[in-house]
Structures are given as C-alpha cells and as structure tokens.
Nanobody
Framework: QVQLVESGGGLAQAGGSLRLSCAAS????????MGWFRQAPGKAREVVAG????????YYADSVKGRFTLSRDNAKNMVYLQMNSLQPDDSAVYYC??????????????????WGQGTQVTVSS
C-alpha cells in the first residue's frame, strides 16, 4: 500500500502559478504510476496529468497541456505538479493518486486505487 499527502494548494490570481506536491509513504514507490486529478463543485473528477512508474512521457489533459508539468522523484517518493498560466477554470480540489503496475495511458480515475485527501486550488480572475 501507499499513503499520499498533497500540499501546495492555495489562492492564485489568473495568470499566476502554483506548485503542488504529493508525498508518498510506503514501499516500492517506483512501481506505482502516479496521477493528478481534480474535481470542481458539481463536476466529475477528471484527470489532469499522469506518469508511469518509469517516468516516461507524462499524459496531460488537453485543458492543461502547455501550462502544467508533472514530475516525479522516485528517490524522494515525491510527485509534483507545476501549474503555470492558471485560469479560473482550474479552480478545484486537486488529488494525487496512485496505482501499482499500471500500464494504461489515459489515467481514468476509476483505475487508481490510492488517493490523497486533496488540496484546494482557487484561481481568481
């Protein structure tokens, strides 16, 4: 099992930046694919970005391509989401999630077994 704790959320102005962090505890972190998801009020949870266990090319939702960057540091058991050019539509609770030995490429929320508690991101216009 893996336990996930997100941090770094908060309030940003449109056009600003935030960096989210996800600390993972547990064994064999390098065997887990990691993803960032978000859920706005009244909307379904959606993938933002995901990366496989070997840090191959990350997957990004079309809405964040070119603005968000996911990275992972297996030596530190950490995953990051750098969010630039933030827009009010990016406001949501952001979740870190993990799935061991995941071989998918689209990172559906239902594919992830382990979730953090979420961190709120609010972007003002």
């Amino acid at each position: 099992q893996v336990q996930l704790v997100e941090s770094g959320g908060g309030l940003a102005q449109a056009g600003g930046s935030l960096r989210l962090s996800c600390a993972a505890s547990g064994r064999a972190f390098s065997t887990y694919a990691m993803g960032w998801f978000r859920q706005a009020p009244g909307k379904a949870r959606e993938v933002v970005a995901g990366v496989g266990s070997s840090s191959e090319s990350a997957y990004y939702a079309d809405s964040v391509k070119g603005r968000f960057t996911l990275s992972r540091d297996n030596a530190k058991n950490m995953v990051y989401l750098q969010m630039n050019s933030l827009q009010p539509d990016d406001s949501a609770v952001y979740y870190c999630a993990a799935e061991r030995y995941y071989r998918g490429t689209l990172f559906y929320p239902a594919d992830m077994s382990y979730w953090g508690q979420g961190t709120q991101v609010t972007v003002s216009s």
